[in-house]
Every structure is written in structure tokens, then in C-alpha cells.
């Protein structure tokens, strides 16, 4: 691995231990507490795409007429990242995509759709992602987790999107969704089967495919170039404090959490 790479998931460590051992996994006591993570969450499932078809438009060509851009490798990279993402296979092997398999899951387990909806509806409607927040009424922590990312995406630095997209999601995603696993199917039979097949799809992905090749593109991306590197940094710290907020924002929240309050 580029020694780069290592140096710079070193100076992340710290702040990635604080998002793994945060307590909103053991928290999730409840259905009605999974529920209500879902529900928020979805966000942050729905954003991820934005990080990822930016970087499809950065690195590859999506205008007319085409023309070669960029590098072959780096292109292959993430073209091979957006097909499993946003044509990936359900339980029956039909295509899908995560987001739309994460709201199949939302309605399995009987969570209220109705904000992320919203949101959809109004950005279908053409209006800008701060409005369709907004409009969504969602949670505080949630609108400033989803800006924080489009703050990276609008900023139209690759090397820096790559850097969010590769450890503030990819890198993280498969310890995070192992705290949530844990027993699910033996506590709520027949209520997540969707979910814990999202989860489990993520964890076998990303772990095996989507990071090794993450991991590859930002070496790419950043180079020799060290202002690269630090604002791959800087990036990537911004984007795991954030994820931390969310948490934080969601824990209290949480329906039995609540209660005890």
C-alpha cells in the first residue's frame, strides 16, 4: 500500500476510534429506537450517491461527445464502484440500488418515510439540496451532516471528494455496520430481514471491493503533491466529526433514550 495512504489513515485513527465506539450502536435498544436511526440515517445513504456520481463526473466523461478523460485505471475504478452502488442486486438478485433497497427496508420495518420523500420530491421539483432540507424537516444534526458533504462535493476538488467518499464512508462503513448486525434477526424476526441484507451486502463490498479500490483512486488523485495529501486530511477529519455529530444527533433522539431523559 502507498506510504502515503498509511501515514495519512494514522493521523486519522483517533477520530475514527471515537466514531466506532460511539454509543449509538448499544443504544439501539428498541425497534421503535432502530426505527427512528433509520429514519435519520437514510440521509446519509441518499447523499452518498452525490459523493459518488461527483466523482463519476469528475474522473470519467458524462457529457457529449465523449472523449477520453483522465486516467483508464482511475475511470474503471470508480465506474466499478457506481455500478454495485447504484445497480446492485436485492435479495432475489433483481437490480438495485442501495438507497432504494435502505427504503425498502425503512417500510419493512414500518419507519416513517415520509422526510427523506420529501426531500426527493423536492429535489425532483429542482429545488437546491439547503431548500429540500428544509422542506423536509429533518433533524439539525442530519442537515449538517448532508451539507457538510455537498459543501466537499461543491467545492469541485476530486482529490478532495475522493478523500470523503474513501474515509468518511467506505473505510468506515463495514466496522460501523458490524456494531449494528450484532443480533438483529434473533431480537426482531421477520421486521429487518431487508436491512440486515443491506447491512450485511455493504460490510462484504466495501470491505472487499469498494475500499481496496477508494484507497487506490485517492493515490491516484493526490499524487506528490502534499497541499493534495493535507487537504485529503483535513477532508477526511471534517467528514468523520461530522458522521460523529450525527450519531450524537440521532442518540438523542432515540425513543428510549428519551424515556430515560
Not at 460501523?176 to 424476526?189: K, Q, T, V
Not at 483512486?217 to 503533491?225: H, I, R, T, Y
Amino acid at each position: 500500500m502507498n506510504n502515503r495512504i498509511i501515514t495519512l489513515q494514522q493521523k486519522l485513527e483517533e477520530h475514527r476510534k471515537r466514531l466506532l465506539k460511539h454509543n449509538v450502536y448499544q443504544s439501539l435498544e428498541t425497534l421503535d429506537d432502530l426505527k427512528l436511526f433509520m429514519e435519520h440515517h437514510v440521509f446519509a445513504v441518499w447523499d452518498f450517491m452525490s459523493l459518488l456520481k461527483a466523482l463519476q463526473a469528475d474522473l470519467t466523461c458524462v457529457t457529449l461527445p465523449w472523449v477520453p478523460k483522465g486516467s483508464p485505471s482511475t475511470r474503471r475504478l470508480i465506474n466499478e464502484i457506481v455500478l454495485e452502488e447504484e445497480t446492485d442486486v436485492d435479495q432475489e438478485g433483481k437490480p438495485v440500488s442501495h438507497f432504494e433497497l435502505y427504503l425498502r427496508a425503512i417500510d419493512e420495518a414500518g419507519a416513517d418515510d415520509t422526510r427523506i420523500n420529501q426531500l426527493v420530491k423536492c429535489v425532483l421539483e429542482g429545488k437546491g439540496v439547503n431548500q429540500a432540507l428544509d422542506e423536509s424537516g429533518v433533524h439539525d444534526s442530519v442537515k449538517a451532516f448532508v451539507r457538510n458533504t455537498f459543501q466537499v462535493i461543491d467545492a469541485g476538488k476530486p482529490h478532495a471528494t475522493a478523500a470523503a467518499f474513501t474515509f468518511g464512508r467506505e473505510d468506515l462503513i463495514p466496522d460501523m455496520f458490524r456494531s449494528l448486525i450484532a443480533d438483529l434477526n434473533e431480537r426482531f424476526p421477520g421486521k429487518l430481514d431487508t436491512f440486515i441484507y443491506y447491512l450485511d451486502r455493504h460490510v462484504q463490498l466495501d470491505e472487499e471491493v469498494h475500499t481496496p479500490l477508494a484507497l487506490q483512486m485517492v493515490s491516484e488523485l493526490c499524487g506528490e503533491d502534499d497541499e493534495k495529501w493535507q487537504e485529503a486530511l483535513e477532508v477526511s477529519i471534517a467528514c468523520i466529526e461530522s458522521r460523529i455529530r450525527l450519531w450524537d444527533g440521532i442518540k438523542e433522539m432515540l425513543p428510549s433514550t428519551v424515556e430515560r431523559g
